[in-house]
């Protein structure tokens, strides 16, 4: 399977292409869209979505996989994350990719083993476990570890650890 996998946010967005299996996986590309703070978060909101959809049209993925909205203590984080999330939604949406959300504990149980893992952490055994050759950057190894994850619950015996995510 291929997956496009997203760590949504209005001014780092992670992403990752990752193909394999439960047993065994890799990384076709990875990165972070950065933009800059000068940038309304319209602007943000249209080039999230355009890179989505150049990745999308560039690698032609099976599914999308996203992280779900963590709890924030500023409604206009909250607001601005849901943001980048529904640019993201709205290009997989447009492509008829089935997008499958895993929230944060998840993700990290699978790519650390832990639900309260460290980014230093997850970047570590992303790059342990897709045998890359530098460790990612933080945003970049959010979106590999929710593609890790996507492909880790199709695994019969782990599929338990998932239960909490959701196709929207």
């Not at 890799?26 to 990165?31: D, I, V, W």
């Not at 989505?52 to 909250?78: D, F, M, N």
């Not at 943001?83 to 499958?100: D, K």
């Not at 338990?160 to 196709?167: E, M, N, T």
Request: aromatic share 6%; proline share 5%.
């Amino acid at each position: 399977m291929r997956v496009l996998s997203i760590d949504p946010a209005i001014r780092n967005t992670g992403y990752a292409v990752i193909e394999g299996n439960h047993n065994r996986a890799r990384a076709l590309e990875f990165g972070t869209l950065s933009l800059k703070s000068s940038l309304p978060q319209s602007a943000c909101l249209l080039a999230i979505h355009t890179k989505v959809k150049e990745l999308i049209e560039k690698w032609h993925p099976e599914e999308l996989a996203i992280e779900g909205i963590i709890y924030v203590q500023s409604h206009r984080t909250a607001i601005s994350m849901g943001s980048a999330r529904a640019a993201t939604v709205l290009a997989a949406a447009s492509h008829n990719l089935p997008i499958m959300e895993y929230p944060p504990s998840c993700v990290k149980l699978a790519a650390v083993g832990g639900g309260a893992a460290a980014k230093t952490q997850v970047a570590f055994m992303m790059r342990t476990l897709l045998d890359l050759d530098e460790t990612p950057a933080s945003d970049a190894a959010d979106a590999l570890a929710i593609g890790f994850t996507h492909l880790a619950a199709a695994d019969p015996l782990r599929a338990h650890l998932f239960s909490k995510r959701k196709y929207i």
